[in-house]
């Protein structure tokens, strides 16, 4: 789940600069006003998402968040639009990318027991992360046969689509008590002996 969210931020998110001044044509400073825009939408994406996790839930937030980040991905690059449009489209194009962050360290917390959660936790995260990194080097190479936009397109939508397939086998975790997650007594002692 985290390499698909990861891996869709980072193949948006190190590949916009280059797509904006390649293929939009904007001037550096253009190119900075579109990503000063961009910035303002991850801000609301990230309190949007801290909001969203606890009201409806944590694998609800991911799952809109996925859902839409996949929408709005492919209506960015392959929707004809000039680029007062595409600069106003950032916003929500960053929020929906971007809320599904703020409720990744409650959701890891809440899978694991107290005896391996910060291991785990940090594992799950970091791996994700890691593996998610291969996302914009695949862009770059790709991009040499393709048009950029869809490639950025087309790998982000399959980040999105693979943090989808990895939700569905996952848990709800919100309200879930983390005395829960402990092993019974008698479960010790039968791992014990």
């Given at each position: 789940m985290v390499t698909g969210a990861q891996g869709g931020g980072y193949?948006?998110?190190i590949?916009?600069?280059?797509?904006?001044?390649?293929?939009?044509?904007?001037?550096a400073t253009n190119t900075g006003w579109f990503l000063l825009v961009q910035i303002f939408g991850a801000l609301l994406g990230f309190l949007l998402g801290?909001?969203?996790?606890?009201?409806?839930?944590?694998?609800?937030?991911?799952?809109?968040?996925?859902?839409?980040?996949?929408?709005?991905?492919?209506?960015y690059m392959f929707?004809?639009?000039?680029?007062?449009?595409l600069l106003f489209f950032g916003i929500p194009l960053q929020v929906v990318f971007l809320m599904k962050f703020p409720p990744?360290?409650?959701?890891?917390?809440?899978?694991f027991p107290t005896a391996v959660r910060g291991t785990?936790?940090?594992?799950?995260?970091?791996?994700g992360r890691a593996i998610g990194s291969f996302f914009p080097t695949v862009v770059g190479f790709v991009s040499q046969g393709l048009p950029l936009?869809?490639?950025?397109?087309?790998?982000?939508?399959?980040?999105?689509?693979?943090?989808?397939?990895?939700?569905?086998?996952l848990?709800?975790?919100?309200?879930?008590?983390?005395?829960?997650?402990?092993?019974?007594?008698?479960?010790?002692l039968e791992t014990a002996q």
């Amino acid at each position: 789940m985290v390499t698909g969210a990861q891996g869709g931020g980072y193949a948006l998110g190190i590949w916009m600069p280059t797509y904006l001044r390649t293929v939009r044509h904007l001037s550096a400073t253009n190119t900075g006003w579109f990503l000063l825009v961009q910035i303002f939408g991850a801000l609301l994406g990230f309190l949007l998402g801290a909001f969203l996790s606890d009201i409806i839930g944590r694998k609800w937030t991911f799952l809109w968040s996925a859902i839409l980040s996949f929408i709005a991905i492919l209506l960015y690059m392959f929707l004809p639009m000039g680029n007062t449009a595409l600069l106003f489209f950032g916003i929500p194009l960053q929020v929906v990318f971007l809320m599904k962050f703020p409720p990744m360290g409650p959701f890891m917390t809440e899978l694991f027991p107290t005896a391996v959660r910060g291991t785990a936790q940090g594992f799950c995260y970091n791996a994700g992360r890691a593996i998610g990194s291969f996302f914009p080097t695949v862009v770059g190479f790709v991009s040499q046969g393709l048009p950029l936009g869809a490639t950025i397109a087309v790998f982000s939508a399959l980040a999105s689509g693979l943090m989808i397939v990895m939700l569905l086998m996952l848990p709800e975790t919100r309200g879930r008590s983390l005395a829960s997650l402990e092993p019974e007594p008698a479960q010790l002692l039968e791992t014990a002996q």
